[in-house]
C-alpha cells in the first residue's frame, strides 16, 4: 500500500513505512462519521514539525538501556502547552511492540511482552531514551526523554 497524504489507518496498523513517509501522525477525529472510521483512525500530517494540537504519534529513535538502538514512535501529548511523552511503540522484525506508560491499564502484561519480543531483560532495557525524528512546532532542537 502507498503511504500519502489520503492514507487513513486505525493506529494500531502503523508500521515502520507508514514512519517512513511521514514521521507524525494525528487522530483523524474530523472524520468519524465516514463509514467504517472511529476514534482510532490516524492520518498523516503533512508538516516537518509535530503540531500543537492534541496528541500525535510521532517518529522516534529508541536506545535501550543496554545501548541497543530501535526504531518506532511516541505518542506526543500538548495538551497542557508543555510536551508529554508517556508511552510508545518499537518497532521490531515486522512487530509493534507497545511501551506502556506505567501508570496504564496492562503494564505488567505489555510489558513482559515487549522484554519477550526483543529478548530483553527489564535492566537491559529501562530506561529506554528516545528522541523524536521531528521537531515541535517552533524549536529548534529535538525532544528527547527517557520511558521509565
Keep these: 500500500m502507498r503511504v500519502d497524504l489520503m492514507t487513513r489507518k486505525p493506529i494500531q496498523l502503523l508500521s515502520a513505512t507508514d514512519f517512513a513517509a511521514f514521521a507524525v501522525w ?9 463509514k467504517g472510521q472511529d476514534e482510532t483512525w490516524v492520518r498523516p ?23 541497543r538502538q530501535l526504531f518506532g514512535y511516541v505518542t506526543v501529548s500538548t495538551l497542557e502547552r508543555i510536551p508529554e511523552v508517556s508511552q510508545g511503540v518499537v518497532f521490531h522484525h515486522g512487530t509493534a511492540l507497545f511501551v506502556c506508560n506505567p501508570k496504564g491499564l496492562g503494564f505488567q502484561e505489555s510489558r513482559g511482552e515487549l522484554l ?11 530506561p529506554l531514551s528516545f528522541r523524536l525524528r521531528a521537531l515541535l512546532q517552533g524549536e529548534t532542537e529535538y525532544l528527547a526523554g527517557a520511558l521509565p
Excluded: C, I, K, Q
Design 26 to 34: 494525528e487522530y483523524a477525529d474530523d472524520e468519524e462519521w465516514l
Design 45 to 67: 500530517v503533512n508538516s516537518s514539525a509535530v503540531p500543537n494540537r492534541g496528541y500525535t504519534h510521532v517518529a522516534a529513535d529508541f536506545t535501550t538501556a543496554a545501548g
Design 116 to 126: 519477550a519480543g526483543l529478548g530483553l531483560t527489564e535492566r537491559e532495557m529501562f
